[in-house]
């Protein structure tokens, strides 16, 4: 042979090696050399394939396979190869009789799972399989094979059928469950499978495929759709315990069981709700029993009680009284009484001395019982009268004047009296109860108050006898104690007096003195912020001029690192002393600390064991995010020192109601509802010398290059700025708890999202700044220089009015808030609006001094950059105040000249919500959108809007940037996550709008716009 005729065996295989060792001459399809091409491709093209295949070849069916039909073989490789396929398989010879003959006749079968007995490790072994067969088609044209591609799925078939057997047998764990069990899917819980322990529940109702208040309707009312629509919400489980359900079990018949019973919801990997799973068990005969066991062991509670409190009491009043409630209790009646045996000049009157169940009003429009069929057996001692119903008692009805129940007297029907006899024979009167339901009272409750009106005429005769002696004891006991109380409230008044006094002075003390430290650090702050703001100036002037030099741009790097530390430095002076102007948004606590609780790990190191602990239906709270984020940080740090960097730190967030105990106890603390952010360490902790100096400016316990001691002052005087108390627990040795309280507030969580988006632009804009400190001024003028704008200065107030009143052209007044001299900024600024209004404002100081800012927080329409301010802070808040002013502007002009408006063309019209601050740009743009044929809803808060949004279809939201309260960034974030098919157009003198997840359907209005830029924003939506 040559080596060209085994050219198509190229294969690394096992096969391609025995298929050329074979001898092929002693079979029908002869020697390698005289196969023809078409078996030669075949046999090539098969030994390349991972898939386990067998060709049969002539009408013996002779097998030539691949390596991955050899595995399959198992036992019966490698004899298989080259045998007949009659032969190679005669536990399957028939199969392959038919697949040969359907195969050479041109035809093709398939099978799937088919299964087979194979004998391929010694045994018959059933094994199932994917087959799928073809005819190979020779030179003739003809078949000349059979193709058989094997996949064996013996493994999936078993593990399906273990499956289905796995199906069944949980099906019939189910349905023969001895607790009741069913499957509620979808909005109005339907019920998808039900037990049979289940339907005998409901009385064998069929409910499958109907929503529970269908197939159930006596549920209607009893809360049960409301607790599924609970887990169905909360994803939560809902655990009732012996819980009263009304059911019709029969036809017209509503029957009360008591249930245990658990909803859990079915969740999905991602977490999607699936339905709800009901499981449970009828404890009705339990409780049933529990209820009769409780009764009965109340009953005897109340005999014993009442015999050990008649032995020790002698008040006769008292001694009646407990004989009545006892009476109701043990009986179950609805209202009880004893009447007095006192007889008038006619012989029949009794009086009314004790009631229980019912205000004695119940009475008093009624004439006492006299003596009738009915009461005067009770009062002549003759035995118990029982009714099971008065109405229709033959003794009952018979005397005037109103011959049986007079109108809008008790409901009584079934009725029980019992006569109280002492031990003299003396009937001294009787116990009476009733109840509005007939056949109440049984033998037992009888006997029960048989006992009770024996021990009655025990406590009674007692009573009697010693009542005189112990009126005249108590007469003298109460003189003596009113004697006493005098002088007691005498001292104690005085005591209380006096430490009134003296806490009220110790808190107008700490009040004077923080008022003290808040104006001095305010002095400081002012002036430490005017020097950071000089050297930030200049370094970042600087930081232009050496560009490309490596070594300077580090230097100047950690220059301004060093400012940022100064005016963190700066922060905290004004934060304890009350003065930080604050940017309070409603926040979530505990999901606040949740998102930062990585980088309290990467702060306080992996030698700090962190816990977290937060409660559920969490209150929120107005806080400002950074300045509570700061606060958590300092105590976290604090405690990370207190353990020496090793230890346990506990955070919680729960939700706390201080009452009116506590706030007496607590000087400047309001009753009500707080969220507490609790931070607990296993440190050193803390005597009490040093807990009363813990809040105190500038004292620390560290060493003195380790802290500067403002920390602790630094969040108590922002938890007091908002409006909350502070509470610290220690003790040396265990560690150190400190409590923070933030009002509750009832308003939905604020988004929070990142500002300072869009590139840093400058202008051509003149720009007067006015500000006393030389150094300030020059750098800032420099700074502003740099972005391109033309800059006046000035150094005060009344220096700038001159510049204003030369006639010179500003466009924006820049000033700083305390300057010197006779002329305030704030009067200066109240001036420029009335002479020119077309002028911006914009403040900036280190310090306000309160001057535009009250309550925490800045006046409205005022503008405000703190120091020190970066060159891209200073220009992004320059171009905003321009561009709003200038909007402004053209809004009042467009307000004195607008034309009437002429009727809408034919085009789609939305309902837009405009949400502007500013009335004029309100009115203005209102007034465009209205002329473009829109309807406008106004807000001027993001608060408002989202309230319109609540109850108007919007199309359209067109929002401001900078809103009061939560910004316009914030609220478009909200409405895209709660209206994500809402068109959103931001409407900023920036030059880029934020973004947002889905940025689809948004649009920027770049101020100033006019109807053209308006149109083009609305189009662009592609609403």
Not at 52 to 67: A, C, F, K, Q, R
Not at 234 to 246: F, I, L, M, Q
Not at 593 to 613: C, F, P, Y
Not at 640 to 648: E, I, L, V
Request: charged content about 25%; hydrophobic content about 40%.
């Amino acid at each position: 042979m040559r080596h060209d005729d085994f050219a198509f065996l190229a294969h690394n295989g096992e096969l391609a090696g025995l298929i050329a060792a074979h001898d092929w001459s002693l079979t029908s399809i002869g020697c390698v050399t005289t196969w023809p091409q078409s078996l030669k491709t075949t046999i090539a093209l098969v030994l390349q394939s991972p898939v386990p295949i067998v060709t049969l070849w002539g009408e013996d069916g002779i097998m030539i396979y691949n390596d991955a039909y050899s595995v399959f073989a198992g036992g019966r490789h490698p004899q298989l190869l080259g045998s007949k396929v009659r032969e190679g398989w005669p536990e399957v010879a028939d199969f392959n009789d038919n697949v040969m003959k359907v195969g050479l006749a041109g035809g093709t079968l398939a099978y799937t799972d088919q299964k087979l007995s194979l004998q391929r490790s010694g045994q018959l072994e059933p094994a199932w399989m994917n087959l799928d067969y073809s005819p190979i088609i020779g030179e003739s044209g003809k078949p000349i094979a059979v193709m058989a591609i094997v996949v064996e799925t013996t493994s999936k078939v078993k593990a399906e059928r273990a499956i289905r057997g796995e199906r069944k047998r949980l099906k019939r764990m189910f349905e023969q469950a001895p607790g009741f069990m069913a499957m509620l899917t979808g909005p109005e819980h339907r019920f998808e499978l039900a037990n049979e322990a289940y339907l005998r529940l409901i009385g064998n109702r069929d409910v499958i495929g109907l929503p529970l208040l269908e197939a159930l309707p006596e549920l209607r009312g009893q809360g049960f759709e409301k607790l599924l629509d609970t887990v169905t919400e909360s994803s939560e489980a809902y655990v009732g315990n012996s819980t009263p359900v009304r059911l019709e079990r029969s036809a017209g018949v509503v029957e009360e069981r008591y249930l245990d019973f658990i909803y859990q919801p079915i969740l999905d990997e991602e977490r999607n709700n699936l339905g709800i799973f009901v499981q449970g068990n009828d404890v009705t005969e339990q409780k049933h029993a529990e209820l009769a066991l409780r009764h009965e062991t109340a009953v005897l509670s109340v005999l014993n009680k009442l015999g050990a409190d008649l032995a020790a009491e002698r008040d006769l009043d008292k001694v009646v009284q407990m004989i009545t409630d006892a009476g109701v209790a043990m009986t179950g009646a609805k209202f009880g009484a004893f009447f007095y045996n006192v007889l008038d000049e006619k012989g029949e009157s009794y009086m009314l001395y004790a009631l229980s169940g019912v205000p004695r009003e119940s009475f008093s429009s009624f004439p006492m019982p006299r003596a009738t069929s009915v009461f005067q057996p009770t009062f002549k001692g003759e035995g118990v009268i029982r009714s099971d119903n008065i109405l229709t008692d033959p003794r009952y009805g018979h005397s005037g004047p109103y011959h049986g129940m007079p109108s809008g007297h008790l409901p009584v029907r079934s009725y029980l009296a019992v006569p109280v006899i002492s031990r003299s024979g003396e009937v001294i009167g009787g116990l009476f109860f009733g109840h509005p339901k007939p056949g109440l009272f049984k033998q037992d409750h009888e006997d029960l108050v048989i006992s009770a009106a024996g021990l009655a005429a025990i406590g009674m005769d007692n009573a009697r006898l010693f009542q005189a002696a112990e009126l005249e004891i108590a007469e003298r006991k109460r003189a003596e104690q009113e004697l006493q109380q005098v002088n007691s409230n005498l001292e104690q008044r005085v005591a209380s007096e006096i430490t009134e006094r003296m806490k009220m002075e110790e808190t107008l003390r700490q009040s004077q003195k923080m008022e003290a430290l808040g104006q001095l650090t305010g002095g400081v702050a002012h002036d430490f912020n005017n020097l950071l703001q000089v050297v930030s100036g200049n370094l970042q002037l600087l930081s232009g001029d050496v560009q490309g030099n490596e070594r300077a741009q580090k230097r100047i790097e950690n220059a301004l690192a060093g400012v940022n530390r100064g005016s963190k430095l700066a922060s905290q002076l004004l934060a304890f002393g009350r003065r930080q102007p604050l940017e309070p948004k409603v926040v979530n606590i505990g999901r606040f600390v949740t998102g930062i609780e990585d980088m309290l790990r990467r702060t306080l190191g992996e030698a700090i064991e962190i816990e977290t602990s937060r409660s559920g239906g969490l209150w929120n709270a107005l806080v400002d995010p950074t300045q509570i984020e700061n606060a958590l940080l300092n105590l976290a740090i604090n405690a990370r020192d207190a353990m020496d960097g090793a230890g346990k730190l506990t955070i919680e967030v729960g939700n706390a109601f201080l009452d009116d105990d506590y706030v007496r106890q607590n000087d400047d603390v309001e009753a009500g509802q707080y969220v507490m952010l609790a931070v607990t360490d296993t440190g050193c902790g803390m005597d009490a010398s040093i807990l009363k100096q813990v809040f105190e400016p500038f004292f620390s316990t560290k060493p003195i290059d380790k802290g500067t001691g403002l920390g602790l002052s630094m969040v108590y005087g922002f938890v007091k700025q908002s409006g909350g108390h502070v509470k610290i627990y220690s003790e040396v040795g265990q560690g150190t708890t400190i409590k923070l309280y933030f009002p509750r507030i009832r308003q939905t969580e604020d988004v929070i999202v990142e500002d300072g988006f869009g590139p840093v632009t400058g202008g051509s804009e003149t720009i007067l700044v006015a500000e006393d400190d030389d150094q300030v001024r020059n750098t800032v003028v420099e700074l502003l220089g740099d972005l391109g704008y033309r800059v006046l200065k000035a150094r005060d107030a009344a220096g700038a009015l001159t510049v204003i009143e030369s006639g010179a052209a500003v466009d924006l007044l820049f000033t700083d808030v305390v300057m010197p001299g006779p002329l305030r900024s704030t009067d200066l600024v109240r001036q420029v609006k009335e002479r020119s209004p077309e002028i911006a404002v914009l403040f900036t100081s280190g310090y306000t001094e309160n001057s535009i800012v009250h309550g925490g927080r800045l006046d409205p329409g005022v503008e405000l950059l703190s120091k020190p301010y970066t060159r891209e802070s200073l220009a992004r808040k320059i171009r905003h105040v321009l561009n709003n002013h200038r909007q402004r502007a053209e809004a009042i002009q467009r307000l004195a000249s607008a034309p009437a408006p002429s009727p809408p063309q034919e085009k789609t019209f939305y309902r837009v919500l405009l949400v502007e601050d500013d009335f004029l740009i309100r009115m203005s743009t209102s007034d465009i959108l209205m002329e473009l044929g829109h309807t406008v809803e106004e807000a001027s808060s993001a608060e408002q809007a989202l309230a319109i949004l609540e109850v108007q279809p919007i199309a359209i939201l067109i929002t401001d940037l900078g809103l009061p309260g939560m910004s316009g960034a914030e609220l478009a974030a909200t409405v895209r996550k709660q209206y994500p098919n809402m068109g959103i157009v931001f409407a900023t003198g920036q030059d880029q709008a934020p973004k947002l997840d889905d940025p689809a359907r948004t649009a920027l209005l770049k101020k100033p716009f006019g109807t053209p830029e308006i149109t083009r924003a609305i189009e662009s939506l592609g609403l």
